[in-house]
């Protein structure tokens, strides 16, 4: 299996040429990975394709989209709690005024800190009653609400986002195998235990039994092995 950093290259570089990119590669790197992962990500990206991740999804991707999928975020555990009512207040404006692709929508999603984000969507729950996720109504064919969306979940709760990706890719017609190996590879030696006990509370059946139930032969079987079962 390839290094991590050059596995995440690889999956980034096939997301971006993707006719319908998948961003959630893209929501994963910069929203659950570490900053060191990242930052290796994007050395073995150069390094594979002599071109940086930036200067690819420039070229592939455009508009918004392009914006909200932005690779940089600062890296801190500082909260300003004035900051956060004021961009809480902000967003729910933009969400009221169905500006979903605001500037100010972007550049906030883009460019704060994980924590600070977490802090700013803790306090718009406490100011307007519901999770942010609720009012961002979701238009399936809008591939930039569904990236901001999945953006906050991964902020929110990593494991409840992994979680409902997983139940989906194996809920499809045919099962969306490069959805379901990407989750149980990339989180195989990191939360995939947390991810497989979520699945069951909310599932009452085990990841291993449906994704034994829906793959089959050497995939079904290479699954299996990094869940943990023997076979």
Same mark, same amino acid.
């Given at each position: 299996? !390839?290094?991590? +950093? ?10 971006m ?7 959630? *590669?893209?929501?994963e ?7 060191? #992962?990242?930052? !290796? ?5 150069h !390094?594979? @394709?002599? $071109?940086?991740? #930036? #200067? ?11 914006? !909200?999928?932005?690779? @940089? ?5 500082e ?7 004021? +961009?809480?207040?902000?967003? $729910? ?11 100010? *929508?972007?550049?906030?999603?883009? =460019? ?7 802090? =700013?969507?803790?306090?718009y729950?406490? #100011?307007?009653?519901?999770s942010? =996720?609720? $009012?961002? *109504? ?7 609400? &569904? ?15 992994y +979680?409902?990706? *997983? ?10 195998e ?10 195989? +030696? ?8 979520? @699945? ?8 291993? $039994? ?5 793959t089959?032969?050497?995939?079904? &079987? ?10």
């Amino acid at each position: 299996m !390839a290094d991590p +950093e050059d596995r995440d290259a690889v999956l980034a570089n096939v997301a971006m040429k993707q006719s319908n990119t998948d961003y959630a *590669v893209f929501v994963e790197l910069t929203c659950i990975c570490s900053p060191h #992962e990242l930052l !290796a990500a994007k050395g073995g990206y150069h !390094a594979r @394709y002599k $071109h940086s991740i #930036e #200067e690819d999804l420039s070229t592939y991707l455009s508009g918004d989209l392009r914006k !909200a999928l932005g690779i @940089y975020r600062y890296d801190g555990q500082e909260i300003d709690a004035r900051l956060a009512k004021s +961009e809480a207040h902000i967003l $729910h404006n933009c969400i009221n005024e169905k500006a979903f692709n605001h500037e100010e *929508v972007i550049r906030i999603l883009t =460019t704060r800190s994980k924590a600070q984000l977490l802090a =700013t969507f803790n306090r718009y729950k406490d #100011e307007y009653g519901a999770s942010i =996720t609720k $009012h961002f *109504v979701n238009d399936s064919d809008d591939q930039y609400l &569904a990236a901001v969306r999945a953006t906050i979940r991964c902020i929110i709760d990593p494991l409840k986002y992994y +979680e409902k990706v *997983v139940r989906n890719a194996l809920s499809k017609p045919g099962t969306d195998e490069e959805t379901l190996t990407r989750v149980i590879v990339t989180r195989a +030696e990191k939360d995939l235990k947390d991810i497989k006990e979520l @699945y069951y509370k909310r599932n009452s059946v085990t990841l291993d $039994h449906a994704v034994s139930k829906e793959t089959s032969g050497d995939y079904k &079987a290479f699954l299996l092995t990094l869940l943990g079962k023997e076979i």
